[in-house]
């Protein structure tokens, strides 16, 4: 692995199934008793705000009960300890690689624990409820703060900074993703464009895993420390 200076680590839900929390996947296409439609688009916010702050504000009480695995704190360990350029991709949005001590990381698809303001678009750390529409700590103005989280349909976060750092990738590694959204499932062609290694760490294969140099199927907890060990020559 002496070649390898640049790194870049795509994850989903997968990496966070063994700390409790749901995949989609597995519920069978429903996202914890709900159809994404009904939950996660602009439309459902606009057609039924009350079920999408219900949903969202159960889920944002929920993740605070989980606490990462040690696929979450090998990732981490990694993080500290490689010298080259290291980035975590994430589509989760849940806080687990950041509370297993990751620092080189962006939440593509946004964040359970923040909210958005449409008003001011001010964004603020965010424990609580959103259903009996609090004023924004930032304006103000009541009502108008959402999940701050990329709904389909909507623009993921700083792909600029993603594919910037992808073109610089000698290693490119997609962790618990099953591949089927886009654009995260592109990032696999863009980074062996890019001349980069590429490695699947997932439970199955994923709908894009013969792009990959390399895939090794199992559950993260196992696949992830067993690879940074050997990343880290230990
Ligand atoms: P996905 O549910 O589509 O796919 C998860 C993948 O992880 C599957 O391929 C599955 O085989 C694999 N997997 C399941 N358990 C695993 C384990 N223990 N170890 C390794 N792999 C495992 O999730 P996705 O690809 O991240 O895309 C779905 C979208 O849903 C994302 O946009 C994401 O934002 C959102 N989401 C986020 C969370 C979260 O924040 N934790 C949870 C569910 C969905």
Redesign the pocket.
């Known amino acids: 692995m002496t070649d390898i200076q640049n790194i870049v680590i795509l994850t989903?839900?997968?990496?966070?199934?063994?700390s409790g929390?749901?995949?989609?996947?597995?519920g069978g296409g429903l996202?914890e008793q709900h159809r994404v439609e009904d939950v996660a688009t602009p439309e459902a916010y606009i057609r039924d705000p009350d079920l999408v702050h219900r949903f969202y504000d159960a889920r944002r009480a929920a993740i605070q009960t989980k606490v990462p695995n040690a696929a979450h704190d090998a990732l981490a360990r990694l993080d500290a300890a490689w010298k080259g350029e290291f980035l975590i991709v994430t589509?989760?949005?849940?806080d687990l690689h950041e509370r297993a001590g990751a620092s080189r990381l962006l939440h593509m698809?946004g964040e359970h624990l923040n909210a958005w303001c449409t008003a001011c678009d001010n964004r603020s750390h965010w424990t609580g409820t959103l259903i009996e529409r609090p004023p924004c700590p930032a304006c103000g103005l009541p009502g108008y703060l959402r999940p701050d989280v990329v709904w389909f349909g909507e623009m993921p976060y700083r792909m600029e900074d993603i594919y910037r750092a992808i073109n610089r990738a000698d290693l490119f590694v997609s962790i618990?993703?099953?591949?089927?959204?886009y654009p995260a499932a592109g990032f696999v062609r863009e980074a062996r464009a890019a001349g980069a290694k590429t490695l699947e760490l997932?439970?199955?294969p994923?709908q894009g895993s013969h792009w990959f140099d390399e895939a090794r199927h199992g559950?993260?907890?196992a696949l992830v420390p067993a690879w940074v060990d050997a990343m880290l020559g230990r």
């Not at 618990?176 to 959204?181: F, L, P, R």
């Open positions: 989903g839900a997968g990496v966070s199934a063994e929390i749901d995949t989609f996947r597995d996202w589509q989760n949005v849940d698809h618990g993703t099953s591949g089927a959204v997932n439970m199955e994923s559950p993260a907890t």
